[in-house]
């Protein structure tokens, strides 16, 4: 039929009120664009005032839902509305009539439902909802009974019966996808209808043999590289409108931190359910989502508590604003988390758990044991455990002990066989005994966790006592660092320390237990630690899912991905001869800029041998550099500290690094010691940057600085696996530049700027946003003009307005973003312009790239690489710097790096209109990431892996 609506006749819109009148009010739409819109709506009343609304106007756009939002049968990533065909609803209602069709509902499993009402939860699913084509399973007949359910805010699931239809020629394929297939996105992935048994089945939850159908592959099979024909692809909104009007404009939708941070927890999880990911991995990224989850408690709980952090942040917002938007509270980011948190432990114990067991991996339970493996592990608990376990009694002389945040802990009512009094004991889980004890007698990958290892041997610890009860828990306490008085401390060292030992004695925000527990013990728990009912997650499985990141260590090289040892470049090799001097390397870095990409290259043989250089050349008169992070066992520490002997070394380490303080605290008094001049950045702000600078005396008496910047720290550990980008140069300029800046950080410098070097929070959200608008002045005047950038989260409002605006004048932009963004992208005559993907793989991207097709000042293409998102923390609350890549041949290589990104097929996430996100899978054979074609270039560019160091 033609996609050009014709003019029709009175009698024509009559017929079509009359078919739209006689449809049952007991009969539901079948129509795929019309089928959420009913579910949301209880009844066909309101369809049918749709329906003729649309016909009496003669019109093929597709109907307004209350919410406000368009209902749409089409999933792809367009820019416009597709058009509805009424030929195919006239069809819908005649197979209702004569009952040849059957009511359609949502597909659904145990993620799928629970991530539905999340949307629910969070008032942001029903947007829009879309509906996106794909194959169906196979052996999968026209006709065939699938099982579909829908869930609704209320928690209650409704149960109903779909037959495949193939479309006919002359019904609009908009309506009914290819094979009958039909399929809509639910937050958490597109899943497809399921083949079951036509009998009907009371319950809603699916058998657990048959857990996350349509992500995992059969559970016959460990794992497998090859999904199944229905890839999945995942979303989750970000826009929450209770508005009557659609909301048209992204300005006009408020974006909540908590929402997006919930939103890419779940997107690791996901990665968890992928098929084409190795067993250990996917229990690696399980492990990443529960880690999250524990750091979100530790820093946004209290504060969500408190009413802190839940506005929206609306300054991108015009005056005008929609009315009606709803602004979460704290109850619904908790409901989210609570579901996030069943998801987790579904995953794993439906799934993951047995999986591995297929692969001869067991966690086992106490009870699982023989008498002959529960004595030898009662003799091994006796000699390595027992002398370490330290019970506290709760009573009028012991008061309820302090705990360690995210500590594992055993309470137990206990009752005297003689006195018959009842006392609650705590016991501590020693925390320096591997969470997972292998079974002697059944190998290293039979293992048993350490707290069922000691709730089976309790009798030990107390003899000639009943007890009545036992189980593990676990708490989370609020542990964001918040200096106060920090203005006005002497030394921010010991303000430090003060702060470290009142964390000690923090509020819990949560508390975990085993479902199992007794109500006896959990109120004892909840009333000690001064928590709600609503502050306790009762799980079923182990708790502290992050300690599983020690299975994933486990030596079964088939279970993970094909080992990668980072390379070392040819230059470097040369270097590291036996017949090179110290001072061969500083004579290279005059030839030409480096430009470094870790972990392909190896941050140990570049970066740190720049140090070590440094450290060993007697012409080196100082070393200067900035620590935001670094190992626990830093070799670059004792570089420095060794340096400190013969030459001038300025240390500035930041002390209020979340999570590492304490660490920094004892290596800034290690430094100290070593003779190395320390400080620790400026009052009030944090010093993120990523810098270094060698002073050196050249052949002619000259001074020249040489130096390195990157967008990641100087961690030895954690570049074998994050991404990150950096460069040495000797370049004049920008060495004047750093030597002013190491002043300001160290001195007193009143700077406000520099030459070719961007700081913030002086002006780097500024420049940003002048090259911005120099694209979009380009763009007006007809020329080519593009913006392209890999950074870990946006979320500046000046900078998402500048975007905005430079999208509207046409100019091209392509954001890789891995976390949370608040640019929504393909909005028509706003972000059309504008693609957002995030790339989740095996090595966390953490690179900050910056490329502008007009950048430069001759008109040409500018590059930039920093330590600096486009987020507002990092652009007003800290020290970053932003550094112009002014080689042609690195400029080309940055940009052939965001290409090879833009381009995955296999890893990348597309984000939509309303800010969920699909992933994107193209083909049911794997595909070649951006991340394993990054490993193909470094292996033929630089095929050394390891080379012979000897010491100088």
């Not at 879309?130 to 579909?148: L, N, Q, R, W």
């Not at 048959?210 to 692809?233: E, K, Q, V, W």
């Not at 998402?800 to 999208?807: C, E, K, M, N, P």
């Amino acid at each position: 039929m033609s996609d050009t609506p014709t003019a029709q006749t009175p009698e024509e819109v009559k017929k079509k009120r009359d078919m739209i009148h006689k449809i049952p009010p007991s009969q539901e739409v079948t129509s795929p664009g019309l089928a959420n819109l009913h579910r949301r709506s209880g009844s066909n009343e309101l369809v049918r005032q749709v329906l003729e609304n649309m016909t009496a106007k003669n019109a093929p756009t597709p109907p307004e839902s209350p919410d406000g939002s368009e209902v749409n049968n089409s999933l792809e990533h367009s820019t416009s509305t597709p058009e509805m065909d009424l030929s195919s609803i006239e069809q819908d209602a005649e197979q209702i009539m004569s009952g040849a069709r059957s009511p359609i509902i949502l597909p659904t499993d145990p993620i799928a439902r629970n991530l539905e009402t999340v949307i629910d939860h969070l008032n942001i699913g029903e947007m829009k909802k879309k509906f996106i084509t794909g194959s169906p399973p196979a052996a999968s007949p026209p006709g065939e009974v699938y099982e579909t359910r829908s869930s609704h805010s209320s928690g209650r699931s409704s149960r109903a019966m779909s037959r495949c239809m193939s479309p006919t020629p002359d019904e609009d394929k908009s309506s009914i996808f290819p094979d009958g297939i039909e399929y809509i996105v639910v937050p958490s992935a597109i899943y497809p209808l399921q083949p079951i048994s036509t009998a009907p089945t009371p319950s809603a939850s699916p058998s657990p043999h048959h857990a996350y159908r349509g992500i995992t592959s059969p559970m016959n099979t460990p794992f497998s590289t090859t999904p199944p024909s229905d890839s999945p692809l995942a979303s989750l909104s970000l826009a929450s409108s209770s508005s009557s009007e659609q909301l048209a404009d992204p300005r006009d939708i408020p974006f909540t931190m908590e929402v997006t941070e919930l939103v890419y927890f779940y997107r690791i999880l996901y990665e968890a359910t992928n098929p084409r990911v190795p067993l250990l991995e996917r229990l690696r990224f399980l492990a990443i989502t529960s880690q999250n989850i524990d750091m979100f408690f530790c820093k946004r709980a209290l504060k969500l508590h408190l009413g802190h952090g839940l506005h929206s942040h609306r300054g991108d917002l015009p005056r005008n604003a929609i009315k009606g938007l709803k602004i979460m509270d704290y109850d619904k980011v908790s409901e989210t988390l609570r579901m996030l948190v069943r998801d987790t432990y579904d995953l794993l114990n439906r799934n993951l758990l047995p999986l591995m067991a297929k692969n001869g991996i067991r966690l086992m339970k106490w009870q699982e044991l023989s008498s002959e493996e529960q004595s030898t592990m009662r003799e091994w608990f006796v000699q390595r455990v027992f002398p370490l376990m330290t019970p506290l009694v709760v009573d009028a002389g012991h008061p309820f002990p302090v705990l360690s945040n995210l500590s594992l802990n055993i309470a137990a009512l206990l009752e005297h066989e003689k006195k018959g009094e009842t006392r609650f004991v705590r016991i501590k889980v020693p925390a320096r005994i591997a969470r997972w004890v292998p079974v002697q007698q059944r190998g290293p990958l039979q293992m048993i966790p350490i707290e069922e290892l000691i709730l089976g041997n309790l009798d030990i610890i107390f003899p000639n006592t009943k007890i009545i009860a036992a189980d593990v828990f676990r708490i989370t306490k609020h542990y964001d660092l918040k200096l106060e008085g920090e203005y006005e401390a002497n030394n921010l060292l010991e303000l430090i320390k003060s702060e470290l030992h009142k964390r000690k004695f923090a509020p819990a925000v949560r508390l975990e237990c085993a479902r199992t527990m007794p109500r006896s013990l959990s109120d004892v728990l909840i009333s000690q630690l001064r928590l709600h009912d609503s502050d306790v997650y009762m799980t079923d499985g182990p708790l502290g899912l992050a300690d599983l990141f020690q299975l994933c260590k486990l030596n079964l090289p088939a279970l993970k991905y094909e080992p990668w040892l980072p390379r070392t470049p040819d230059l470097f090799v040369d270097l590291r001869s036996k017949y090179a001097s110290p001072g061969d390397l500083f004579k290279a870095i005059k030839k030409g800029d480096l430009l470094l990409q870790h972990p392909y290259v190896s941050f140990t043989t570049t970066v740190q041998f720049f140090i070590e250089c440094a450290m060993h050349d007697p012409k080196v008169q100082a070393i200067k550099i900035s620590i935001y992070r670094t190992s626990s066992s830093s070799p670059l520490i004792k570089a420095l500290c060794e340096a400190a002997q013969n030459k001038e070394v300025s240390v500035l380490v930041d002390l209020k690094a979340s999570g590492d303080e304490e660490q920094n605290a004892k290596y800034a008094r290690m430094l100290e010691q070593a003779g190395c001049h320390v400080s620790y950045g400026l009052v009030g702000l944090k010093s993120h940057a990523k810098i270094a600078m060698v002073v050196r005396e050249e052949e002619d008496g000259v001074l020249r600085e040489y130096v390195h910047l990157s967008t990641g720290n100087y961690n030895a550990s954690t570049s074998d696996v994050y991404v990150d980008v950096g460069i040495i140069t000797c370049d004049a300029v920008l060495g004047r530049d750093l030597c002013d800046l190491f002043n300001y950080l160290t001195g007193y410098s009143r700077i406000s700027s520099f030459r070719k070097l961007v700081s913030a929070p002086m002006n780097m959200r500024q420049s940003f946003i002048d090259l911005i608008n120099r694209e979009a002045e380009e763009a007006k005047q007809g020329r080519p003009a593009t913006i392209m950038a890999v950074m870990n989260g946006l979320d500046e409002k000046r900078i998402v307005r500048a975007l905005y605006d430079a999208g509207a004048a046409g100019v091209v932009i392509k954001l890789v973003v891995r976390g949370r963004c608040r640019v929504l992208p393909g909005i028509p005559g706003i972000s059309d312009n504008i693609q957002v993907i995030s790339i989740l793989g095996r090595f966390l991207e953490h690179s900050r790239i910056f490329y502008f097709g007009n950048g430069a000042k001759n008109g040409g293409p500018k590059a930039f690489i920093g330590s600096a998102d486009w987020q507002h923390r990092n652009l007003k609350r800290r020290v970053e710097v932003l550094v112009p890549v002014e080689d042609p041949a690195n400029v080309e290589k940055l940009r052939n790096i965001i290409n090879t990104y833009l381009e995955d097929k296999e890893q990348a996430w597309e984000m939509l209109p309303d800010g969920r996100y699909r992933k994107r899978v193209v083909s049911e054979h794997p595909q070649r990431s951006a991340q394993q074609q990054f490993m193909i270039r470094t292996l033929k560019e630089h095929p050394v892996v390891w080379v012979d160091t000897t010491k100088r």
